[in-house]
């Protein structure tokens, strides 16, 4: 059933308000007003109940187009935190139901709206002994592997241009997880860095990927595709990849089609081509496109055109999603979903690549890639290695 309304965090303890992308000068000062959450089995429009809920509680975002206030209007109400699933984003594409979700604590979509409050610092206790056990794969090397042969299979047939696989891995822990998950937001690059927690489950970010911006009626996001290690030889390696710029520029044509949706005639534009970013340890190529909202879109439109990311899903998004029902042994729970921050004529979310999740008894995070024609499996499976290894190693407080 579909739950409203504040309510504290039964299994897991309070933390500070953190949620990525939230106003830099808030952060810590902000207590919870009310909380939607849904899963795909309450039944309804995720996006649409989003935008009412938002709109009920003194947060009307039917028109992006207006511009952002200067001010708060009511000097208690800041803005509200925003996360949808991959799985919900999957239904807005009308894409088939994916696998079972291997941390079903976590609902598919989250809408809290916060006041604000005089800074706190939380009771400070001793710290609980922190344990963090080994990670079980969803897959092995090879299932992986024989999941890349089948994606260039569908390549070959016509299928797909390029499909996304994700992996899953899952750890026991002890103690409390929110300490470790906050870590992940102190990861250089982490431009969408933060907790959001509910009771029983806890999300952490790190992610450097801008899956939609708005200010003002301006549309940007900011796709990533191709990785190479943070090394001078990677990143010429990167430069010069003819797969890695081919796989790039067709999730950006797929990032422009989605914005040309949502947008005025004639406005969208790609700005920054293929620039190499620094992830952690790993070079990462990224672009920007710009363009000018249409009149009117809200946003409920805006998740229905954006969600589920391109550079997450592949080409055609739809069929791509198809692939991924098809071939992936678990569903994505927390990553490939957006999280971040809304406000009146602002919507700042983050792909929720680079994250992890916590339940009751478990941590549980997510990687995988973008497949071609070109890719090799191997090179795949190890890809998928490099971008988990800091998020780990970050949770288990090395």
């Given at each position: 059933?579909?739950?409203?309304?504040?309510?504290?965090?039964?299994?897991?303890?309070?933390?500070?308000?953190?949620?990525?992308?939230?106003?830099?000068?808030?952060?810590?000062?902000?207590?919870?007003?009310?909380?939607?959450?849904?899963?795909?089995?309450?039944?309804?429009?995720?996006?649409?109940?989003?935008?009412?809920?938002?709109?009920?509680?003194?947060?009307?975002?039917?028109d992006l187009?207006?511009?952002?206030?200067?001010?708060?209007?009511?000097?208690?109400?800041?803005?509200?935190?925003?996360?949808?699933?991959?799985?919900?984003?999957?239904?807005?594409?009308?894409?088939?139901?994916?696998?079972?979700?291997?941390?079903?604590?976590?609902?598919?979509?989250?809408?809290?709206?916060?006041?604000?409050?005089?800074?706190?610092?939380?009771?400070?206790?001793?710290?609980?002994?922190?344990?963090?056990?080994?990670?079980?794969?969803?897959?092995?090397?090879?299932?992986?592997?024989?999941?890349?042969?089948?994606?260039?299979?569908?390549?070959?047939?016509?299928?797909?241009?390029?499909?996304?696989?994700?992996?899953?891995?899952?750890?026991?822990?002890?103690?409390?997880p929110l300490p470790a998950l906050s870590r992940l937001g102190a990861l250089p690059g982490a431009r969408y860095g933060g907790v959001l927690t509910g009771d029983g489950w806890a999300i952490g970010c790190a992610s450097p990927e801008t899956l939609i911006e708005v200010h003002d009626g301006h549309l940007i996001t900011r796709p990533i595709k191709g990785t190479r290690p943070a090394t001078p030889a990677g990143r010429a390696e990167l430069l010069a990849s003819a797969k890695e710029r081919a796989e790039h520029i067709m999730i950006v044509d797929l990032e422009r089609n989605d914005l040309a949706r949502i947008a005025r005639t004639g406005t969208v534009t790609v700005d920054d081509l293929f620039a190499v970013r620094r992830w952690c340890d790993l070079w990462q190529a990224e672009s920007t496109v710009h363009a000018t909202a249409a009149d009117g879109l809200g946003l409920a439109d805006l998740l229905r055109a954006t969600c589920p990311g391109g550079s997450v899903t592949g080409a055609p998004k739809r069929a791509a999603l198809t692939q991924i029902t098809r071939l992936e042994p678990v569903g994505r729970g927390a990553s490939m979903g957006a999280l971040g921050w809304v406000a009146p004529g602002h919507v700042d979310l983050g792909l929720t690549i680079r994250t992890a999740?916590?339940?009751?008894?478990?941590?549980?995070?997510?990687?995988?890639?973008?497949?071609?024609?070109?890719?090799?499996?191997?090179?795949?499976?190890?890809?998928?290695?490099?971008?988990?290894?800091?998020?780990?190693?970050?949770?288990?407080?090395?």
């Open positions: 059933m579909r739950k409203v309304g504040p309510y504290g965090v039964e299994t897991l303890p309070e933390v500070l308000v953190d949620v990525p992308a939230a106003p830099a000068g808030c952060r810590g000062a902000l207590v919870e007003r009310a909380r939607l959450q849904w899963r795909r089995t309450d039944g309804g429009d995720p996006a649409a109940l989003a935008e009412e809920f938002l709109a009920a509680h003194g947060l009307p975002l039917h187009t207006r511009p952002a206030p200067t001010h708060h209007g009511d000097t208690r109400l800041c803005g509200a935190a925003l996360y949808l699933s991959a799985a919900a984003g999957a239904l807005l594409a009308g894409a088939p139901p994916a696998a079972p979700e291997p941390a079903p604590a976590l609902p598919d979509l989250a809408v809290v709206v916060y006041d604000h409050r005089p800074t706190r610092t939380p009771d400070g206790g001793p710290p609980t002994p922190w344990w963090l056990g080994p990670w079980a794969e969803s897959w092995t090397p090879a299932q992986h592997a024989a999941a890349v042969d089948a994606v260039r299979a569908a390549i070959g047939r016509g299928d797909v241009y390029q499909t996304n696989l994700v992996g899953h891995a899952a750890a026991r822990y002890t103690g409390d999740a916590a339940d009751g008894e478990k941590l549980h995070t997510w990687a995988g890639g973008g497949i071609t024609w070109d890719s090799d499996p191997h090179a795949e499976v190890a890809e998928a290695a490099a971008k988990t290894a800091p998020v780990r190693a970050t949770l288990a407080g090395r």
